[in-house]
């Protein structure tokens, strides 16, 4: 009996059972694909650091003639692979191309240490200097990829060597060597790997500073090298690492900045992508549960109409209930296969934003962990959406009273207009019987679909305040002037004073930075100025430093030292130590050595305990609205009678970009909300015409008129759309507001209460035009209902 029913619901019902199976293949699609690309992205740097022989530190010395044979028979090292902080080259084709990693200092790199995934051709033969290999986005950026060729200009050794002399920063002339290099290989690593605000780079092997060394670093070899380290025991070994490197250069003042650090970093961004992916998922299944859901059961509620003809003649509950799921489960099964196929063509495009730059093997995946078991519950789903239609339409729940609505009574006790009373209980009153139609999911559609709006849009506000504003993550100042490095500590401050002295200037700091440790843990101390004009500094908690023997520490550098406000933490610098009480927690100016979250802050009196030199020193501070920071340089080249000062625009933050890369998913999740919202609305509005046609007749012979049985259903939509304002505004707002919130405490940077001003503005006149056009056609029908033909057949 069922393979004859199924034969002739598929003949009768097929063009129904084809739109059900392409909607689940949609719905399972964009699922699984969510969560497949979120699960790929989580995973990206964790698969990449497994196959590459990564970097465990970067160890910064900043002194030329330092010697790494001794770092590389440190007992912890396993392999060591130097870069010069070398001018370099310029490119001269592609033109406008800036190198965004060091050249490769020796012949160490991709064998012991950064072996690359090898993403296409091959990596440089070591003994050519005209072979070079590039990252992804290079390819993307500048239309060159492999077997094409690039042209850099190189310096030559006697404009090194006066730079060096005069003090590194001056302007190199690039009058040396052209070298045309071939490119024969895309590549991918911890360290050689693209990064948001990047177009991309060009990575010459070992043989270009073999055979053009002079040209690198001059004939007398005042350029410093740094390097990457790798360790015998990975992260667990660096603290023996800095204790065995302290010994052998008898100072602990050289940076060493720890890998794990970085990956933690871009860990926690591509985890909050992946999280923002998944929700998303999460989001559309939710919309497949009500939407899909409702599509199954209206469908099977309808055949079980058709079977209970056949109760009389001996069909069972059971049998009716079978018989009616049959082809809907069927249709799953088929969009469910459709489904996978869908999210397997979708991985190509995954993972996203910032863990697409890091993952060891783009293109096509198959997970099979997502995608089988997703599968395989589609017709399960379904099967029970079904089941659960057809036993109650079969009666196999009994005869429930009609529920009753205390706002549509009191419709009716104001004496309100038929068409206000009757729609307000057609959208809160399901009614009884065979004209009954479930309200509930069209309340839970319309709250949803406003409060995933509005979160979405609040979350979006928060994404665009902070990628627009380098205030939020402590950055205060728009230029620097870079005065020295590696030296005494500065008596002089008549930069700054000629700076705060310009009408142009609104803050103005003079920026020393020293590197100093707490037990195994590098924090970077920066200066400040307290007068006139300081530049503002951020703080999330606290005070700024007064006293000499007191600190202001970076969120991040708390964190990791366990530090509070009141604590009292030992710092050791070059040469002096002492004990320093933290006094506030906050953000730091980015420097060389620390992220502005990193680090911390203290007065130049504090700074004199610890330093009796520099690492770096300069002046940093912001103009007013439209002033350009680099008119102020005359006035700075005039104080110093012509000696170098460095003109230093502020960096893009990487973080702004990281945030700004995931502006993206909010507005899409913002717009499939939305249409989960009109689809709920527009749902029960058809359904509810069609299953209480009865009703309207009987009002229309009593003298209903057709203009009025449109009004039942404009204020049925509109008493949908205004409760799904009246729960859904607050809701939205306050979700919202506490995500934004979480992801400043994860990121960080300072939290502002975002506003989705527009959203707020218009939710509320959209939602109650999109409701009333969704009910002009049920209305339409409502209005033309032959009222007697109606009544012959009930």
């Known amino acids: 009996m069922s393979g004859i029913w199924l034969r002739l619901e598929v003949r009768r019902r097929w063009r129904s059972l084809v739109v059900l199976a392409l909607l689940i293949a949609f719905a399972a699609g964009t699922v699984l694909a969510a969560v497949a690309g979120a699960r790929r992205g989580a995973s990206a740097i964790d698969r990449l650091t497994v196959v590459t022989l990564p970097f465990d530190a970067v160890v910064l010395p900043q002194v030329p003639g330092f010697d790494w044979d001794r770092v590389r028979g440190l007992p912890s090292v396993a392999a060591v692979m130097t870069f010069p902080l070398s001018p370099g080259y310029e490119f001269e084709d592609p033109k406008g191309v800036r190198p965004e990693l060091p050249i490769p200092g020796d012949g160490n790199v991709w064998t012991t240490i950064e072996k690359p995934v090898v993403l296409a051709g091959r990596l440089p033969d070591p003994g050519r200097a005209d072979e070079a290999v590039i990252l992804p986005k290079f390819e993307e950026t500048w239309g060159r990829g492999v077997g094409d060729t690039v042209t850099v200009r190189l310096t030559a050794p006697e404009a090194v060597d006066a730079v060096m002399d005069a003090g590194p920063g001056g302007d190199v002339p690039f009058t040396g060597p052209r070298v045309i290099a071939r490119i024969v290989g895309v ?25 053009y060394r002079a040209n690198m670093v001059g004939h007398k070899e005042l350029v410093p090298f740094n390097a990457l380290v790798r360790l015998h025991d990975g992260a667990a070994g660096l603290a023996a690492f800095k204790g065995e490197l302290a010994a052998a250069e008898g100072r602990s003042s050289i940076d060493v900045w720890p890998a794990e650090d970085m990956k933690t970093r871009e860990q926690d961004f591509v985890a909050f992508q992946s999280l923002t992916l998944l929700a998303f998922g999460l989001a559309a299944l939710a919309a497949a549960l009500i939407l899909i859901g409702q599509s ?6 309808a055949t079980a109409a058709d079977l209970i003809r056949l109760r009389a003649v001996g069909m ?15 249709a799953a099964a088929a969009g469910a296969v459709l489904g996978v196929g869908v999210a397997y063509a979708a991985s190509y495009w995954m993972p996203l934003g910032g863990a697409a730059l890091l993952e060891p093997d783009p293109g096509l995946d198959f997970d099979a962990l997502v995608l089988i078991p997703g599968a395989l519950a589609v017709p399960v789903l379904v099967a029970l959406a079904a089941a659960v ?4 339409a079969l009666g196999g729940f009994g005869v429930r009273p009609a529920r009753r609505s205390a706002v549509a009574a009191l419709a009716a006790r104001a004496n309100l207009p038929v068409p206000a009373v009757v729609g307000t209980r057609f959208a809160l009153e399901p009614g009884r019987g065979r004209g009954s139609v479930p309200v509930r999911p069209a309340l839970l559609g319309t709250v949803t679909g406003v409060f995933g709006v509005l979160a979405a849009f609040t979350f ?27 030296g005494k500590v500065p008596a002089d401050d008549a930069v700054r004073r000629a700076l705060a002295a310009s009408p142009d200037v609104t803050g103005v700091t003079d920026d020393v930075i020293g590197v100093a440790q707490s ?22 908690e606290g005070r700024l430093p007064r006293g000499d023997r007191e600190v202001m520490l970076a969120v991040g550098t708390a964190r990791l030292l366990g530090a509070d406000v009141g604590d009292r933490l030992p710092l050791t610098g070059d040469p002096g130590r002492d004990t320093f009480r933290v ?11 620390n992220d502005y979250f990193e680090g911390g802050l203290v007065t130049k009196a504090g700074f004199d305990v610890l330093f009796d030199t520099f690492k770096f020193h300069s002046v940093l501070y912001a103009v007013r609205p439209g002033v350009d920071p680099a008119s102020l340089m005359p006035t700075v080249t005039q104080v110093r009678g012509g000696e170098f000062a460095g003109y230093e625009p502020a960096a893009p933050l990487i973080q702004l970009a ?24 527009g749902h029960v509005l058809a359904t509810a015409v069609r299953r209480r046609s009865h009703e309207v007749a009987v009002m229309r012979a009593l003298g209903l008129t057709r203009r009025q049985a449109r009004w039942i259903v404009a204020v049925q939509a509109s008493v949908l759309a205004a409760i799904g304002l009246l729960f859904g505004i607050p809701l939205g707002v306050a979700s919202g507001r506490t995500l934004w919130r979480l992801v400043a405490d994860t990121w960080p940077f300072a939290y502002h209460p975002p506003v989705a001003f527009w959203a707020l503005l218009v939710i509320a006149p959209v939602s109650l035009l999109t409701a009333n056009l969704l009910a002009a056609w049920p209305g339409r029908f409502a209005a033309r209902l032959r009222v007697g033909h109606v009544l012959r057949a009930e």
């Open 460 to 486: 979006a506000a928060g994404v665009t305040d902070a990628g627009e504003r380098p205030e939020r993550f402590g950055q205060t100042s728009q230029a620097g002037v870079y005065l020295a490095a590696n």
């Open 187 to 211: 590549i991918r690593s911890p360290w050689f790997s693209d990064h948001i605000t990047g177009s991309g780079d060009v990575i010459f092997g070992p043989g270009l500073i073999t055979k």
């Open 583 to 593: 006094t506030g927690l906050g953000f730091v100016p980015e420097g060389a050595h």
């Open 296 to 301: 199954v059961s209206r469908y099977t509620a």
């Open 316 to 330: 069972t509950t059971r049998q009716g209930v079978g018989n009616a799921s049959l082809a809907p489960v069927l």
């Open 519 to 540: 037990g195994r843990t590098a924090v970077a101390l920066h200066t400040f100025d307290q007068g006139e004009k300081a530049l503002p500094v951020v703080l999330s």
């Open 658 to 681: 990281q945030i700004q890369d995931m502006s993206v998913l909010p507005v899409v999740l913002a717009g499939f909300l939305a249409l989960l919202a009109i689809g709920a609305v």
């Open 389 to 392: 239609s057809a036993t109650s």
